[in-house]
């Protein structure tokens, strides 16, 4: 079924984002480059929106907010690791919930034209959000080496 693989995705995509964060701690929340850019706490908080964004879009019942500056205020107003990671693993789990007893034809119905993914497959917004998940988790990899840490190798348990 569908639904089980696209689970197992989206759980695998979840740990192997923090296996590479785990080595950041919560001293380094507000570590940005430079001015401007996201701080450590902001991707994270980022990846976590965007799941949740995804989900409402495709299966609630308000659908795709398109208000992109009312969701990058909540992103940036995020000053904390700890509270980032947390709104990931409950994003994350909304998610994996949302695709419960989801049938396989549930998932292949095309998006609304609300989307600006209109008229692809509903399963896609997961392979979008492993791939946004992994941009994230390639950025996070450079900040944490140049805070002088070393991210573990995302696919292996060490």
Not at 63 to 87: N, V
């Amino acid at each position: 079924m569908l639904s089980s693989q696209i689970t197992a995705r989206l759980k695998s995509t979840h740990k192997f984002f923090s296996n590479t964060t785990a080595c950041l701690a919560e001293e380094d929340s507000v570590f940005a480059p430079k001015e401007g850019m996201h701080t450590v706490a902001q991707h994270v908080a980022e990846v976590a929106h965007t799941i949740d964004w995804f989900v409402e879009g495709a299966f609630g019942t308000k659908g795709f907010d398109m208000d992109f500056e009312a969701g990058q205020e909540k992103i940036m107003g995020c000053k904390s690791l700890t509270e980032a990671r947390r709104r990931l693993n409950e994003a994350v789990d909304k998610a994996v919930k949302a695709l419960e007893g989801k049938s396989d034809k549930e998932l292949l119905k095309p998006l609304p034209a609300e989307s600006h993914m209109e008229g692809q497959p509903t399963e896609t917004i997961f392979w979008a959000m492993t791939d946004h998940t992994a941009h994230h988790r390639g950025a996070l990899a450079v900040y944490a080496r140049l805070l002088g840490k070393t991210p573990k190798i995302p696919y292996l348990d060490e």
